[in-house]
């Protein structure tokens, strides 16, 4: 069982930079990508960017340039960096991670952290 816990969201105007983290605990030796997901009132929750064990990334075509996701696995952190936010940025921010089960993975959540942009 993998806990995670977010940080790093808030309110920013237009244009502004935010950066979140996410610290896991428990059976981080088995993780294998973590990510971030977001989801806005109304809204399917989304991925937004995700990192593999390694260093490969995956961004959603919307925050490509914009959004830059990092991985510390020494502190078992994820990291995302957002510039140049924009309004329809606004959701709250889920951190994932991805621990391979025979047939698939199996995933956590964190509990999720508020990202306000104003225009």
């Known amino acids: 069982q993998v806990q995670l816990v977010e940080s790093g969201g808030g309110l920013v105007q237009a244009g502004g930079s935010l950066r979140l983290s996410c610290t896991a605990s428990?059976?981080?030796?088995?993780?294998?990508?973590m990510g971030w997901y977001r989801q806005a009132p109304g809204k399917q929750r989304e991925l937004v960017a995700a990192?593999?064990?390694?260093?490969?990334?995956n961004y959603a075509d919307s925050v490509k340039g914009r959004f830059t996701i990092s991985r510390d696995n020494a502190k078992n952190t994820v990291y995302l960096q957002m510039n140049s936010l924009k309004p329809e940025d606004t959701a709250v921010y889920y951190c994932?991670?991805?621990?391979?089960?025979?047939?698939?993975?199996?995933?956590?959540w964190g509990q999720g952290t508020q990202v306000a942009v104003s225009s």
């Open positions: 994932n991670t991805k621990v391979g089960v025979l047939g698939g993975w199996l995933d956590s």
């Open positions: 428990g059976s981080t030796f088995k993780i294998d990508a």
């Open positions: 990192i593999s064990s390694g260093t490969n990334t």
